[in-house]
């Protein structure tokens, strides 16, 4: 996936558009660097972070 695609992705999960470029490219980094580790493929990686992303949202936007 291309960080713009990603943004984008972001964006539609509620990330606030002036974040979007920059945590795009943190997650590809850190999916990269999950599944060099852990025997992933890197679409799989970077799901994992994505559903992480998206519980994490979804559990601050319950809080408030």
């Not at 695609?5 to 979007?20: H, N, R, V």
């Not at 470029?21 to 599944?35: C, G, I, S, V, Y």
């Given at each position: 996936?291309?960080l713009?695609?990603?943004?984008?992705?972001?964006?539609?999960m509620?990330c606030?558009?002036?974040q979007?470029?920059?945590?795009?490219?943190?997650?590809?980094k850190?999916?990269?660097?999950?599944?060099?580790?852990?025997?992933r493929?890197?679409?799989e990686?970077?799901?994992?972070?994505?559903?992480?992303?998206?519980?994490?949202?979804?559990?601050?936007?319950?809080?408030?």
């Amino acid at each position: 996936m291309n960080l713009n695609s990603l943004a984008a992705l972001l964006t539609t999960m509620g990330c606030p558009p002036e974040q979007t470029a920059t945590l795009a490219m943190h997650l590809d980094k850190r999916a990269r660097q999950l599944a060099a580790r852990r025997g992933r493929s890197y679409a799989e990686a970077l799901t994992h972070l994505l559903n992480l992303m998206r519980q994490g949202w979804a559990a601050r936007e319950r809080g408030q």
